[in-house]
């Protein structure tokens, strides 16, 4: 398969490595990826909204502990491609992609790591793919197996005045014109709210929920930036966005239902490879998720840690880049050779 190398935003220096951005022709997908390092293969998987660059912070640490690392922009996200709504963004063809991408990266199998919606999207693949996964770390979002009522009927359930956020994004235009009339305003007023110092409210009086007539934004946040982020390094994303518009990345919401027929096969399905979550104690989805977390020993029968950051939010591992990277480093040197 072709891979083109082209240029990207620099990544912090390492004496000794490189960072090469690479395009990568797939079956259906051209998929971008910035990669640092040699060793054994570790392919991040970002969430919404991001790309590539939310994992600045661990390319360069992983490449330094002697691994591969690999961060993909998913598709209709950074430089990769857009496919076609909805098929494209099914967990299903989204795996394919991640499966052909580790093959046309020379690698028979890879862990995957993934934060947010990137989270169980590579759960999905371990379940999948366990061929090509042969361990998986997730962030912010713990492993909660495929069953119980349809998504959109679960997230309804929540209220429809104010509505659930996920609910919100469903109606094809209007999470779009709230976001994309400021990107910049929409992004930084997210990324404060859902930081560590926020201490954002997981119930209906939160940004999480939106009063009918309203946008989501109008709770976000106004003033500065977390101490943890650079108006540069926001602008990066924000430019990303800017050039794709977010209905690709919104496109993952709306196909939740569609993943929830798709995997019917695995309902209730344990994740059995090597595995590891990490999370925020200030983080909203940890505090829903809290007894999801505490079942990940059942759930994830190949658990190797569960931890929670002290101080961190929902984007953990820019927040705590240094204890995420600790981690992540001492599971994989633990895990066995591949």
Excluded: C, K
Aim: aromatic share 8%.
């Amino acid at each position: 398969m072709p891979i083109t190398t082209i240029h990207t935003p620099p990544l912090p220096p390492v004496p000794g490595l490189s960072t090469t951005s690479l395009l990568v022709e797939l079956p259906g997908a051209r998929l971008h990826v910035a990669e640092q390092g040699a060793g054994p293969l570790v392919l991040l998987v970002h969430g919404f909204p991001e790309t590539w660059w939310s994992w600045r912070h661990q390319l360069p640490a992983l490449a330094a502990a002697g691994f591969r690392a690999v961060a993909v922009d998913l598709p209709g996200h950074g430089l990769s491609t857009a496919p076609a709504y909805p098929d494209g963004y099914r967990a299903t063809a989204l795996v394919q992609h991640l499966a052909d991408l580790v093959a046309a990266l020379g690698e028979r199998n890879a862990v995957l790591v993934g934060h947010d919606v990137g989270s169980p999207l590579v759960s999905t693949a371990a379940l999948l793919r366990p061929d090509v996964v042969r361990a998986v770390g997730l962030l912010g979002v713990p492993y909660a197996p495929r069953g119980g009522p349809r998504p959109s009927e679960a997230f309804a359930a929540l209220g429809a005045d104010p509505e659930f956020y996920v609910s919100w994004f469903q109606q094809p235009g209007r999470a779009e014109a709230d976001i994309e009339a400021d990107v910049r305003r929409w992004l930084s007023g997210l990324v404060t709210g859902l930081s560590g110092g926020a201490h954002t409210s997981p119930g209906p009086d939160g940004l999480f929920f939106v009063p009918a007539g309203a946008r989501m934004s109008d709770r976000f946040p106004t003033g500065p930036l977390p101490g943890w982020l650079t108006a540069a390094e926001l602008e990066v994303t924000v430019q990303a966005f800017t050039r794709t518009g977010f209905a690709p990345a919104l496109a993952r919401y709306r196909s939740l239902d569609r993943d929830w027929a798709d995997l019917a096969a695995l309902d209730g399905a344990p994740v059995r490879q090597p595995s590891l979550f990490i999370g925020g104690t200030t983080d909203s989805t940890t505090t829903w998720m809290a007894d999801v977390i505490a079942a990940l020993p059942g759930t994830m029968t190949g658990l190797r840690g569960s931890h929670l950051v002290a101080g961190a939010g929902h984007w953990v591992h820019q927040e705590r880049a240094d204890a995420v990277n600790a981690l992540l480093v001492d599971w994989l040197r633990g895990l066995p050779a591949g």
